[in-house]
């Protein structure tokens, strides 16, 4: 196979790098993520992600990590309220229930950036992740 006897290094553990050595993992190779980062949490990573289901979720399910995304989802963050000027709501996709789920309700479930790359960072082999002096946990 192509990627057997071979040493990848994947620039950069943001989503795009990290969804591709999950994958690669799955296929048995040897990755290393070099990422500039000194830790996962040295800086905010930005807003919320929302999956689409022809992109992003498409990716999660190929990793194996549906399960792991659902329980950190932001449920309801896809939601909207439009008011008009006097603050009177003309448009609401809010449900009476706050107490929705998954299966009723978003199409573009939404979660933080942070809690994505810690998804994806607990499923990764250890040491997976390095930056350039030490070890990104
Ligand atoms: C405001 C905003 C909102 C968005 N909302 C959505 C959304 O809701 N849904 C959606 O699907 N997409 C959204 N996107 C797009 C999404 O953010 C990108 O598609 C996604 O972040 C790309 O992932 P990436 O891993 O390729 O790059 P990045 O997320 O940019 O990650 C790159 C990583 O590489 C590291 N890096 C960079 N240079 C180096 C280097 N030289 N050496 C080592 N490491 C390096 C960085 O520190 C970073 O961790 C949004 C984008 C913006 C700007």
Redesign the pocket.
Known sequence: MLISNKQIAI?????????LAQLLQLKGANVKV????LNKDA?V????????EE??MVALRKANLVAEFEKNVRVGADKKIIVNEHAEIIFSDHSNNPAEDLANAPI?P?ID?GML?KVFLQSLQPETVV??VILFR
């Open positions: 620039v950069g553990g943001g989503p795009g790098g990290l969804t070099y990422e500039r980062d800086r990573q930005g807003s919320p992600l929302d999956m689409h992109s992003g573009r939404e950036r790359r930056g350039t």
